[in-house]
């Protein structure tokens, strides 16, 4: 292992959200109706976790869990500062909640130990429910700390965050092994450069199917048909226009429409 740290990033290969479909009859995403991008959050997890290595050492290892096009999606975190990439792909896994996603994504964790550090996006764009990060800590017993804006300091032994919740900051120090979620305001995301790109190419992906995780793992909690969250009914907002009407005449005649059409809304 190299000096420093021992980071793992977990990302996720998300649609583009603008061009994105959805599957009403099915209550999901179309994700074959638009591209695939590393999810916006987990970038800002990345950059953080390139900060550190820049500072302490390390090294750093990405890991998703989806179809096996999702490889691009972790040959592009290589190209932005990863050493490492390890996708979690086999139909065992598909169609999984958050918990069995956490639990399937902490067990490719104990695989992965020892670590020091895990970073997560604080959500993801096609879920938006912030929960597989504390999730997964949960499941591995570790602390964590959520919505993290600022690292304030690193060293071999832990690590000093700054989090928000609502309208007050805390500034929490925790000891490794740890997990933190980090938000969008944490830092901006540096662009590959075309060298990295080119070698990311040609880099190896490491593959683990449901079967490389049987000696940690009970498959009894993958996938759909063991997830205990169920989409009852999917449905769009109706939405309506605002409607605007010229009101004309003398100042007295105005205040009056204005009152009628004001007593009209309350009644």
Request: with cysteine; glycine share 6%.
């Amino acid at each position: 292992m190299k000096p420093g740290l021992k980071m793992i990033v977990l990302v996720k290969q998300v649609p583009e959200i603008e061009k994105v479909r959805f599957d009403y009859e099915k209550g999901r995403l179309d994700r074959s109706s638009a591209g695939a991008v590393i999810n916006p959050f987990d970038l800002n997890a990345l950059e953080a976790a390139v900060q550190i290595k820049e500072k302490t050492g390390g090294e750093i290892t990405v890991l998703s869990m989806g179809p096996p096009q999702a490889k691009e999606a972790l040959k592009d975190a290589l190209a932005r500062g990863a050493d490492n990439a390890v996708l979690l792909t086999d139909v065992k896994f598909a169609g999984a909640d958050t918990l069995a996603t956490s639990y399937t994504l902490s067990c490719a964790v104990r695989k992965l130990e020892p670590f020091d550090l895990i970073l997560c996006g604080e959500k993801t764009i096609d879920g938006d429910t912030a929960q597989v990060g504390p999730e997964v800590a949960e499941f591995l017993g570790i602390p964590h700390v959520a919505y993290v804006e600022k690292i304030l300091d690193v060293n071999e032994n832990r690590v000093v965050t700054r989090s928000r919740m609502e309208r007050c900051y805390y500034d929490i120090e925790m000891r490794f092994p740890s997990l933190i979620t980090v938000t969008k305001d944490a830092n901006t995301p540096r662009l590959p450069t075309l060298r990295d790109k080119i070698k990311a190419r040609k880099a190896e992906i490491t593959i683990w199917s449901a079967d490389d995780l049987s000696d940690i793992a009970h498959e009894a909690i993958f996938g759909a048909s063991n997830s205990p969250t169920r989409v009852a009914k999917v449905y769009a907002p109706l939405s309506s226009k605002r409607k605007a009407v010229f009101i004309k005449g003398t100042t007295e005649e105005k205040a009056r429409q204005i009152a009628s059409l004001l007593a009209e809304l309350v009644l």
